[in-house]
């Protein structure tokens, strides 16, 4: 059955890579623009890839004709993960074109094809930062098999706090682990599937909105690339620190 994205999805080509600034820097710019998010590929992005380990998930939509100069590759989706210590990776969520926005079937995909590349690095699970007054995503992430942790890092006066969850549950309770990407793309998946797929995918999106946009302190998930050198010793992938009094406010974070 077709749905909304399929013609769409059926031109694109999805991608693993670890340097998504430099393979992508031009699709980056035009992809974040419509996004309003173009200043992040030299803020975020750029440096990220440079200094730290990530993979990425991309779809990439490719011009039939001329095959090659602007807009030759136009950059659809994409999720990034940031590699830590203890076999983790921190997760940032997806970002869809700014005319995809509701295109589960890519997210899903995305997700499925990031996950099963983690998988064969050797990571074993994945974490978001969660705000920590959050019931919306922290609910949804329950729910996809996620449990809050001890780690946490503040930002704009709000303490997030690391959720995590073995990369085979999360697959497992959103009902994709052994789903072609394929039929993810078509979407060709049941009704019950579908409600959760969605319920994770535009949950994660709306949680992280406010941060894009610039609200930090409205924000239900921050990033897991933002201010890595300024951690502690023991960072996101470590140890927490020793305890702290009740009326101590950390310093670390931003």
Same mark, same amino acid.
């Given at each position: 059955?077709?749905?909304?994205?399929?013609?769409?999805?059926?031109?694109?080509?999805?991608?693993? $890579?670890?340097?998504?600034?430099?393979?992508?820097?031009?699709?980056?710019?035009?992809?974040?623009?419509?996004?309003?998010?173009?200043?992040?590929?030299?803020?975020?992005?750029?440096?990220?890839?440079?200094?730290?380990?990530?993979?990425?998930?991309?779809?990439?939509?490719?011009?039939?004709?001329?095959?090659?100069?602007?807009?030759?590759?136009?950059?659809?989706?994409?999720?990034?993960?940031?590699?830590?210590?203890?076999?983790?990776?921190?997760? $940032?969520?997806?970002?869809?074109?700014?005319?995809?926005?509701?295109?589960?079937?890519?997210?899903?995909?995305?997700?499925?094809?990031?996950?099963?590349?983690?998988?064969?690095?050797?990571?074993?699970?994945?974490?978001?930062?969660?705000?920590? $007054?959050?019931?919306?995503?922290?609910?949804?992430?329950?729910?996809?098999?996620?449990?809050?942790?001890?780690?946490?890092?503040?930002?704009?006066?709000?303490?997030?706090?690391?959720?995590?969850?073995?990369?085979?549950?999360?697959?497992?309770?959103?009902?994709?682990?052994?789903?072609?990407?394929?039929?993810?793309?078509?979407?060709?998946?049941?009704?019950?599937?579908?409600?959760?797929?969605?319920?994770?995918?535009?949950?994660?999106?709306?949680?992280?909105?406010?941060?894009?946009?610039?609200?930090?302190?409205?924000?239900?998930?921050?990033?897991?690339?933002?201010?890595?050198?300024?951690?502690?010793?023991?960072?996101?992938?470590?140890?927490?620190?020793?305890?702290?009094?009740?009326?101590?406010?950390?310093?670390?974070?931003?």
């Amino acid at each position: 059955m077709l749905n909304l994205h399929s013609d769409a999805n059926e031109r694109l080509d999805l991608f693993v $890579t670890s340097d998504l600034a430099g393979q992508f820097r031009p699709e980056l710019f035009a992809f974040l623009r419509p996004l309003h998010l173009a200043h992040l590929v030299e803020e975020l992005w750029a440096p990220l890839c440079a200094g730290a380990k990530t993979v990425t998930a991309l779809a990439v939509e490719e011009r039939p004709w001329p095959p090659k100069g602007v807009g030759a590759r136009r950059l659809r989706g994409f999720c990034t993960a940031l590699l830590v210590d203890g076999g983790q990776a921190i997760l $940032t969520p997806q970002l869809l074109a700014a005319d995809q926005p509701s295109n589960l079937g890519l997210a899903a995909a995305l997700t499925r094809l990031l996950f099963a590349h983690l998988a064969e690095q050797g990571v074993t699970s994945a974490g978001l930062w969660v705000n920590g $007054t959050s019931r919306f995503v922290a609910s949804i992430l329950h729910d996809a098999g996620y449990a809050a942790g001890n780690m946490r890092v503040v930002a704009e006066g709000c303490e997030f706090v690391l959720f995590s969850a073995d990369l085979d549950a999360v697959l497992k309770n959103l009902a994709i682990g052994d789903a072609r990407l394929g039929d993810l793309l078509a979407l060709s998946l049941d009704p019950a599937t579908i409600a959760k797929v969605g319920s994770y995918h535009l949950g994660l999106n709306a949680g992280i909105g406010a941060w894009w946009a610039g609200h930090a302190a409205q924000a239900e998930i921050y990033p897991g690339l933002i201010d890595w050198a300024s951690l502690p010793p023991g960072g996101i992938g470590g140890t927490p620190g020793p305890p702290r009094p009740e009326d101590e406010q950390p310093i670390f974070g931003s």
